[in-house]
């Protein structure tokens, strides 16, 4: 059984899984997109978005855990000045992964796996939705009964506006 047990082994061994995941998150972060398999991509995101949340610490350990597993340093120093400050608001899902297709010689499933840039909207918190739900519940037994006491005004035949449909202005017509 697979208790406690994450990650695929993408049919690596450790240390040629680990050296490949160091070139494509060092690859990643420079070109912020890159075109992999599905399992791949999503074995990459987990480690980008770990850097990139601890880029956002800015200090200088996390800076030093970085360039443990990326070992360049102009490639840290990017993530570190330019990648993670767009990502200051953000809690996390800094990276989107598209589907592709298959490829053609062996049709193993392709991904693009990029960065996300437009902005975050804040949503509400989920405890002011079900206060106004039950708001909504008491305010509207008061309202059925109010209607229903109010006098109904009535409109004599005169005063009552005409709307012509377009079949009785075809009939004037002819």
Known sequence: MRHR??????GRNTSHRKAMMRNMVTSFF??????????????LRKV????ITMAKRGDLHS????LQYVRDSKIVAKLFDTIAPR?????GGYTRIIKLGHRAGDNAALSLIELVEEE???????????????????E???EEVAAQEAPVEEIS???????????EETKEEK
């Open 87 to 91: 990502y200051t608001d953000r809690p």
């Open 140 to 142: 509207a037994p008061v």
């Open 63 to 66: 800076r030093r855990l970085a």
């Open 157 to 167: 035949a005169e005063e009552a506006p005409v709307e012509e449909t377009p079949a």
């Open 30 to 43: 420079d070109r912020e997109k890159i075109t992999t398999t599905d399992a791949r991509a999503k074995e």
């Open 120 to 138: 975050l909207a804040a949503k509400p918190k989920k405890k002011k939705a079900v206060a106004k739900k039950v708001a909504k519940k008491v």
């Open 48 to 51: 980008a978005e770990k850097l």
């Open 5 to 10: 047990i994450s990650g695929s082994k993408l």
